[in-house]
């Protein structure tokens, strides 16, 4: 019986430690996840299930930023970071990625779906580095040549500028990484960029400026909207109702996230009554104890911070961070499939702006000595400067993409030429009194403000101006920040010649020589490069004065100088001994880039002069451009047979470079802006950079070809112009409405044949006029383009569909979009100044 007992007990044991292992089970088995927590819910549902379980602080603490890089995580109920890294064309922030080219080039090779390709590649990329969202696409609009950041952004045109915006966003968040269309709105200026207010009239905002934003929202479902620096109409864009809460998320339905520019928050209540959610970068100046402190005094409604967070939570959501916070990240990064894309895309934006007696493509079979020159001809121009630097692992300039496609048949022969930098003037050639005394250098005088004012807190002699005092500051007695300097003195010229005197500052100089100003840049900037030509004779002794403030950040000061190049003989004479000759010339991230404008149209340094030297000597020479904006090419033009704009065609642009000159490619870029004669021809002029922090738009609705061509402004390069190394024929023309469905379409087609003896591709362009309007509009209007590919011989028939929109204009009295009934003239061509064909159609309203 002991023994019975004794099973009986073991056998309950057993059973209630099997019920007690059942109930655990079932227990753990239906323990409910929160909400917000559940991947199967609706992202909306989510959002709100976790912003209810949020305490008013934390919801504060999520509107700024934590660092430069990144939004703020909560532990408590397990809200990731958010992180963001620069674009628009490459993964920035000192990553090693691939550099695509920038996007000039992107709309120069009207191809959206090439750039919807490179926006893949893109995504990966910002994948494989562990980012969330990349910052761009750039879309501000071409308004002036002269934009230090235009290299980044597309176009003078809304409407090609609008159709590469779309395919860009579209191709990175296909990756599931989010963009950050930027900047909303009106930055098309880096001339005091922070500050600066534009005043425009409504109906040129919204037919110049705001159509990019409107289809990238609309089209393209970007993640973030950022918000600029700038001022519109008295107001920041980052606090402007108008443009936040009645365009964007009003009128447009913007359902993403508004994140401000890196220090563009001013103020607390009104920029967070305005429709901005997140404060960048983090610690927020504005968004943090002083929200929250505004919100507990009643000038920010609770309501108003709910509305942000769900924004903020819903990207958090949509990036599918909440599942895989640490390990989602798979991509590639510099892959031979990428830098394939990023020479193909190079490839098509490359254009033939002219092209006298075939000089190019070069003939392989019967070059024997080619001759590279030029100051860009290495090392390779990747893009321009600011933060949409990209460092490529290996990139390729012209001079090693020549030498590679040549090989061991043709000898390349190189020199620079010239050079289009400026290094600092050697002491040697300065000299000032001091304390009684000839003495090698400059007087310094340094004050403990950023406007020269008052006694100077520090004097001194200073043998060159060449400081790169990076955060600190010039000496113990000056501050890091704020500061201003004086340095003045005589300069002897060497020898006599044609010099550039230059300055390289962060932030504002001014440059006097004989007490004349020569060089005004009196405002916050990075240190680009301004230059000014000088006719000097040996011996001659000159004035000079260098006027210099540091507002935050890096400090540093350059006074230079390039001396008149002895190469160019012998850069003649180099050109003069080979069969061919290629001059590499342009710009670089020294001269345009972000945080200043250029002042002038001119190539810098002597590279007009190289120029003209080496097509004296050899009438079989092409000049290749690698720059971001147009260029004065006046002195030169009528000597030189042959053209390419090149822009900056990315880390394989040399290799692109070099299969367009030898025909490997043919080339098939079309100019997204007007190359102007002159710098006065562009209408902006009149009313750039500002006066007294404003600037004024008064050019309205003309901007570009929209002005050129109304106005009869001859061009020196029409937009939508590009040559090819074949010919191209329009035919046929036909103008169908549907008008079965609720919207009007009106399909235009016609045929494009290749009448020449090489495959090649052609963009038609569809541009519209209104013949007889209520208000004065453009001779034409971009509305439709499509690119080509064609064998010899070979015919394709395009058919491009337009709507109602397509014909119409804003009307300010009737606050909206409106199409006048009548005549509607259809023009199809190769440029905005080569029509080829026309065509009316009759709207009679809908």
């Given amino acids: 019986m002991k023994s019975a007992n004794n099973c009986i007990t073991i056998l309950a044991g057993m059973v209630a430690c099997l019920l007690g292992m059942t109930a655990t089970m079932t227990t753990a088995e239906t323990t409910e996840v929160a909400p917000y927590q559940n991947p199967k819910l609706p992202i909306s549902q989510r959002v709100e299930d976790l912003l209810g379980r949020m305490t008013l602080e934390e919801k504060i603490s999520i509107v700024s930023g934590k660092a430069g890089d990144a939004t703020r995580d909560i532990e408590r109920l397990g809200i990731p970071s958010l992180r963001v890294t620069d674009g628009p064309h490459g993964v920035g922030w000192g990553v090693k990625s691939t550099a695509f080219p920038t996007a000039v080039s992107m709309a120069s090779s009207w191809n959206p779906d090439l750039v919807e390709a490179v926006g893949v590649a893109l995504g990966d990329e910002t994948r494989a580095f562990g980012r969330h969202v990349l910052l761009g696409p750039c879309i501000n609009i071409h308004r002036t040549p002269l934009g230090g950041r235009n290299f980044e952004s597309f176009s003078e045109d809304p409407y090609l500028a609008a159709r590469m915006a779309v395919a860009y966003v579209k191709g990175v968040q296909s990756r599931n990484i989010g963009t950050s269309v930027k900047h909303y709105a009106l930055n098309n200026q880096e001339w005091e960029r922070l500050t600066i207010s534009v005043e425009i009239d409504e109906r040129a905002l919204r037919e110049i400026y705001l159509p990019a934003f409107h289809a990238a929202v609309t089209e393209a ?10 001022k519109v109409r008295g107001k920041w864009c980052c606090e402007n109702t108008y443009l936040l809460d009645d365009i964007l998320k009003g009128e447009w339905g913007f359902k993403g996230l508004v994140v401000s520019d890196w220090g563009a928050v001013h103020s607390t209540v009104s920029f967070a009554q305005a429709g901005l959610d997140l404060e960048m970068p983090g610690p927020g100046a504005y968004f943090g104890d002083k929200l929250l402190q505004a919100v507990k005094d009643g000038e920010v409604s609770e309501r108003i911070i709910d509305e942000k967070v769900r924004r903020i939570l819903g990207i958090l959501f949509r990036a599918g961070l909440f599942e895989q ?15 394939n894309l990023a020479r193909r895309l190079a490839e098509e934006a490359i254009v033939l702006l002219k092209n006298e007696n075939n000089v190019l493509p070069l003939d392989a079979a019967a070059i024997k000595t080619l001759a590279v020159i030029g100051p860009n001809a290495e090392p390779a121009r990747v893009g321009g400067g600011g933060s949409s630097t990209v460092a490529p692992a290996n990139p390729v300039g012209v001079l090693q993409g020549l030498r590679t496609r040549a090989g061991s048949n043709i000898e390349i022969r190189y020199i620079e030429g010239c050079s289009m930098s400026v290094s600092a003037v050697p002491a040697d050639a300065l000299f000032c009194e001091f304390q009684g005394k000839t003495v090698p250098g400059l007087v310094g005088e340094y004050f403990t403000n950023k406007d020269l004012e008052g006694t100077p807190t520090l004097v001194r002699v200073d043998s060159q101006v060449n400081f790169e005092w990076g955060d600190g500051s010039p000496a113990a007695e000056i501050p890091c920040d704020n500061f201003s300097a004086r340095w003045t003195g005589k300069l002897r010229a060497p020898r006599t010649g044609s010099y550039n005197i230059g300055v390289v500052c962060d932030d ?16 916050n900037q990075a240190g680009i490069t301004h230059t000014v030509p000088m006719e000097m004779k040996e011996g001659d002794v000159y004035n000079i004065r260098m006027e210099y403030f540091e507002y935050l950040g890096a400090a540093s000061a350059q006074l230079g100088w390039s001396l008149p190049d002895s190469t160019h003989d012998e850069a003649a004479a180099l050109a003069a001994g080979c069969d061919a000759a290629i001059v590499v010339v342009g710009l670089s991230p020294k001269f345009e880039g972000e945080g200043v404008d250029r002042n002038t149209l001119a190539l810098p340094g002597n590279q007009n002069k190289l120029i003209q030297a080496v097509a004296a000597a050899n009438p079989r020479t092409a000049v290749v451009l690698i720059n971001g904006t147009p260029i004065d090419m006046q002195a030169w033009i009528d000597q030189v047979p042959a053209i390419v704009e090149a822009w900056y065609p990315g880390e394989m642009g040399g290799d692109a470079v070099a299969r367009v000159l030898f025909g490997d490619v043919n080339p098939s870029g079309k100019l997204p802006d007007t190359f102007a004669k002159k710098l006065e021809d562009y209408p902006s002029q009149a009313n750039f950079p500002g006066h007294n922090g404003v600037v004024r738009y008064e050019e309205g609705i003309w901007v570009g070809y929209r002005f050129f061509d109304t106005k009869n402004v001859e061009p020196l390069f029409p937009f939508g112009h590009g040559l090819s190394y074949t010919t191209f024929e329009y035919d046929n023309l036909r103008i169908e409405p549907d008008t ?25 362009q569809l541009y519209v006029h209104d013949v007889q309007s209520a208000v004065e509009r453009p001779t034409r209007e971009l509305k439709g383009f499509r690119k080509v590919r064609l064998q010899p011989g070979e015919m394709a028939t395009i058919t491009l569909t337009l709507d109602t929109d397509s014909l119409s204009y804003y009307d300010i009295n009737r606050k909206r979009w409106f ?9 199809i061509g190769s440029s905005s100044r080569d029509i080829r064909l026309r065509g009316v159609y009759v709207f009679e309203g809908r």
């Fill in 221 to 230: 479902d970007p993640w973030t909207v950022m918000g600029a620096y700038n």
């Fill in 325 to 339: 916070p640490d390990n989602r990240f798979t991509g590639a990064v510099n892959t031979p499939e990428h830098k």
């Fill in 508 to 523: 504002g100089v001014r440059l006097y020589i004989n007490d004349q100003l020569v060089i005004d840049q009196w405002v």
């Fill in 740 to 764: 079965s469905g609720n919207r009007l379409k009106i399909n235009v087609t016609f045929d494009v044949r290749n009448t020449g003896t090489r495959a090649g591709a052609e963009v038609a």
């Fill in 819 to 827: 199409a006048e009934p009548g005549e509607f003239e259809f023009q």
